[in-house]
């Protein structure tokens, strides 16, 4: 899977956008982006993924770059409960050939929402 | 709708003893993972199981831990003679297939090696 690179962190005024970047210049055509998060002492959250699209839930959007080297997940109301870590992750879906079921976790983004 | 669910979420071993933790994966998951974090570090995967099978052990290391998903009742991360170097918080997570974009991770149990 492809290697992502992260600031180590950031601070956000609370009611602005947070907007996190990341690196995944050695993306594979097959490798969807993902992105999780993880509040302290509590386990990893989900937050949303794709593929070339930009992409938009409930909780955040997701810009994916027109190469895909580079995407950015935007909080568009940060609160102070969106205070976490942020993981970018690339993985190959198996329904595209990839075999490993696992999620790999870097360092991430240590978001900090201030008042 | 329960989640992962974990216990304990806080055990006390001395260096030497038997750590069991306990994973219950979402209600219809049958694919579990077992993921390691030590203190001020990202998270590592452990090992990939789905039912009655490891698919993946290739983050375990290769002695005193053991994983285990029977066909009834919740995954088990063993570790024997633990050493103040497994002190750390290990993550269950499940998922409903292989390829399911998400996965569920549970709270988390704090192993602490005296």
């Known amino acids: 899977d492809a290697k992502t690179t992260q600031p180590t962190s950031m601070d956000c005024a609370e009611g602005r956008a947070a907007n996190l970047p990341c690196n995944h210049s050695t993306i594979s055509g097959n490798e969807y982006v993902y992105w999780y998060r993880q509040i302290h002492s509590q386990g990893p959250q989900y937050i949303i993924h794709?593929?070339?699209n930009n992409e938009t839930n409930e909780m955040a959007s997701l810009i994916i770059t027109e190469d895909r080297k580079s995407s950015t997940l935007i909080l568009p109301h940060a609160t102070l409960r969106d205070t976490a870590v942020y993981y970018c992750?690339?993985?190959?879906?198996?329904?595209?050939?990839?075999?490993?079921?696992?999620?790999?976790f870097g360092k991430g983004t240590k978001l900090s929402v201030k008042p | 709708n329960a989640g992962v669910m974990q216990n304990p979420r806080h055990l006390v071993r001395r260096r030497g003893q038997e750590a069991r933790l306990r994973c219950s994966p979402m209600?219809?998951?049958?694919?579990v993972y077992w993921y390691r974090q030590l203190p001020e570090e990202g998270l590592k995967f452990m090992v990939y199981?789905?039912?009655?099978?490891?698919?993946?052990e290739s983050g375990m290391p290769k002695e005193r831990f053991s994983a285990e998903f029977p066909k009834e009742g919740p995954s088990i991360l063993r570790i024997q003679q633990v050493v103040r170097g497994d002190s750390a918080a290990y993550f269950c997570?499940?998922?409903?297939?292989?390829?399911?974009?998400?996965?569920?991770f549970g709270p988390g149990t704090r192993l602490t090696v005296t």
């Open positions: 199981l789905q039912k009655e099978n490891i698919i993946d």
């Open positions: 794709g593929l070339k």
């Open positions: 209600k219809g998951h049958s694919h």
């Open positions: 992750i690339v993985r190959v879906a198996e329904n595209y050939g990839g075999s490993q079921g696992n999620l790999i």
């Open positions: 997570a499940s998922s409903l297939t292989r390829s399911s974009y998400e996965q569920y």
